[in-house]
Nanobody, 114 residues
């Protein structure tokens, strides 16, 4: 099973980006899908998670600005990021917790700068 992430890039403060992460291949049941981010020299932190296609949670720093959604088939997770700030600059990683294993996607860089 692999995760294919896309959607990162350079955006000005106040702008928006949408990240996507698709699950490729036959896979066990998905229990959780989420996004994490990491700044060089710092620990990876949870940004937003979706549990079993229902309940969601996100870190306080992005509440009201970021939204996590999952497609109907449960194979793709999205992160809509609005009103981006410079402190959102990081490498973003998608994460999927299956019934038997956890898988990380490759990182996608988001740079918020004028």
């Amino acid at each position: 099973v692999q995760l294919q992430a896309s959607g990162g890039g350079l955006v000005q403060p106040g702008g928006s980006l949408r990240l996507s992460c698709a699950v490729l291949g036959v896979h066990p049941r998905v229990n959780l899908m989420g996004w994490y981010r990491q700044v060089p020299g710092e620990q990876r932190e949870m940004v937003a998670i979706n549990i079993n296609g229902g309940a969601t949670d996100c870190t306080e720093a992005v509440k009201g600005r970021f939204t996590i959604t999952v497609d109907g088939a449960g194979n793709t997770v999205y992160l809509q990021m609005n009103n981006l700030k410079s402190e959102d600059t990081a490498v973003y990683y998608c994460f999927v917790k299956f019934s038997r294993t956890d898988v990380w996607g490759q990182g996608t860089l988001v740079t918020v700068s004028s």
